[in-house]
């Protein structure tokens, strides 16, 4: 399973980094995703990046203001959160879709980021 952490509470505007780890998993064959879930909302998808090629995928909502990446020495994924607002406060989760599967899985324990006006 993913674990991620580095959720909390901050101000408008202000920025937080999330970190997910994968340990036991080789990720070259993996995308790895950020996803949400608001209290009464359903999950959505907020950020992706194909471990190999780097290249990353976001959600209009918060494009140019969230950075994914990762660091594959230590087999982790990070979500860069700045100029946050309070639509952003979620349960936020990392999970891994196998290349050519239309389904991520590693589903762990989410962050909470709440984002206060």
């Known amino acids: 399973q993913l674990q991620a952490c580095g959720g909390g509470l901050v101000q408008a505007g202000g920025s937080l980094r999330l970190s997910c780890a994968a340990s036991?998993?080789?990720?070259?064959?993996?995308?790895m995703g950020w996803f949400r879930q608001a209290p009464g909302k359903e999950r959505e998808f907020v950020a992706s990046?194909?471990?190999?090629?780097?290249?990353?995928r976001y959600t209009d909502s918060v494009k140019g203001r969230f950075t994914i990446s990762r660091d594959k020495a230590n087999n982790r994924v990070y979500l860069q959160m700045n100029s946050l607002k309070p639509e952003d406060t979620a349960v936020y989760y990392c999970?891994?879709?196998?290349?050519?599967?239309?389904?991520?899985?590693?589903w762990g324990q989410g962050t909470q980021v709440t984002v206060s006006s």
């Open positions: 999970a891994a879709q196998l290349l050519g599967s239309t389904k991520y899985n590693g």
């Open positions: 036991g998993r080789t990720l070259s064959n993996y995308v």
């Open positions: 990046i194909r471990w190999s090629a780097g290249i990353t």
